[in-house]
């Protein structure tokens, strides 16, 4: 009864509230109407578990209704909020800013994506890229017959390439590639990192095609290793690793 | 050619050149690096044979590498077909260009004229 009484007495003594506030600096920028982007500022409150999606809807909600931001569940599900915080492409459904440890939280549009309006992006090039590397299981026995099983593999073929089935393609690898920024044909690391998904597949019978497609003067060559795309990946996908692993291939090392 | 092939022969002449460069340069050590310089002994390195091959082998594999690797860089710094077109066609030509003025140096020393 005593220990109950003492856990009554710490739930009553917890803050439900800390009533903190953050200054809310959000990218505007109109493409057809603009010159530049500038910043507006908004005295945003947060709790602990305030993530920077929501901090901008209530900025939507009270005092500027004509921010323009994509997104959809909410939950590091769909990929459509991304964009850069303090400097950084990330999700902003899945930031809290207690986590960002900053009194300023700045939100711009992702880089190396045209923007729309705002923190809106392009996600043409993306999707281009993504369905150029034949992102399914390529097999000529794709019809199945009525007395056919389903396709097995064993736990040790599906580790093979299971994490990089979970890329929800948000586009914060090639946000934050530093040869997208200059070389506007790179194929990029969100499709390598689904070229090597599907090549690392046992059930796959594509790797050859998808190998000439990415073996070109714009494919995977020109990654130059910088790690970036995998340090922001929300998911936990690892593209650069699965670029190395790629290159493995092309020259000899990986059959 | 594909990407691939270039890119391993870009990784193959890496690797060659450092070690024929290193190999190069440990026979320069065998003298002062002063003496080495001497008019007379640079001379006398282009006149032996067994050198002059090494020589010839670390200009080649030093501009095959180089001038892909220039490729490269301009490759992604700007983007277009013609501009593509030109620059690996450019650099193709630079570098035999540029194996050709290195080679016409050593055989004319090796031959005594110079």
Redesign the interface.
């Known amino acids: 009864m005593a220990q109950v009484s003492s856990i009554a007495d710490e739930q009553v003594s917890t803050p439900l509230s800390t009533s903190k506030s953050i200054l809310l600096r959000i990218s505007k920028f109109n493409p057809e109407s603009d010159d530049s982007p500038k910043f507006m500022e908004f005295n945003v409150s947060y709790e602990k578990w305030t993530t920077v999606l929501e901090a901008i809807l209530d900025v939507k909600k009270h005092f500027d209704h004509s921010v323009a931001v994509r997104y959809s569940c909410r939950q590091a599900t769909c990929g459509s909020c991304g964009m850069l915080i303090n400097g950084k492409p990330r999700l902003a459904c899945f930031t809290k800013i207690s986590e960002l440890d900053s009194d300023v939280v700045t939100v711009e549009p992702m880089n190396n994506f045209p923007v729309i309006r705002d923190l809106t992006v392009r996600f043409e090039k993306l999707f281009n890229t993504h369905q150029k590397i034949k992102p399914y299981l390529i097999r000529d026995d794709t019809d199945l017959e009525s007395d056919e099983r389903e396709f097995l593999q064993s736990p040790q073929e599906v580790e093979q390439y299971i994490q990089f089935a979970n890329c929800i393609k948000c586009g914060l690898c090639n946000s934050a590639c530093p040869t997208m920024a200059t070389d506007s044909s790179f194929v990029g690391p969100q499709a390598l990192a689904q070229a090597y998904r599907y090549v690392a597949d046992s059930r796959d019978k594509g790797r050859d095609t998808r190998l000439n497609i990415i073996d070109e003067s714009h494919g995977i060559w020109r990654c130059h290793f910088a790690g970036s795309c995998s340090q922001v990946c929300p998911k936990g996908v690892d593209p650069a690793m699965g670029i190395q692993f790629l290159r493995g291939y092309l020259l000899g090392f990986r059959s | 050619m594909?990407?691939?092939t270039i890119?391993?022969i870009h990784?193959g002449t890496a690797l060659a050149a450092v070690g024929l460069v290193a190999v190069h340069i440990l026979m320069r050590l065998t003298t002062g690096f002063a003496d080495s310089l001497e008019y007379e002994n640079v001379l006398a390195n282009y006149r032996s044979v067994p050198y002059v091959v090494m020589l010839e082998l670390i200009l080649i594999l030093l501009s095959v590498h180089g001038f892909n690797g220039l490729r490269?860089i301009l490759?992604?710094?700007k983007?277009g077909r013609v501009y593509?077109k030109a620059v690996s066609y450019g650099c193709v030509v630079a570098m035999i260009g540029l194996i050709g003025y290195g080679s016409r140096t050593i055989i004319m020393t090796n031959m005594g004229m110079v």
């Open positions: 594909k990407e691939s890119m391993k990784y490269v490759l992604e710094l983007q593509e």
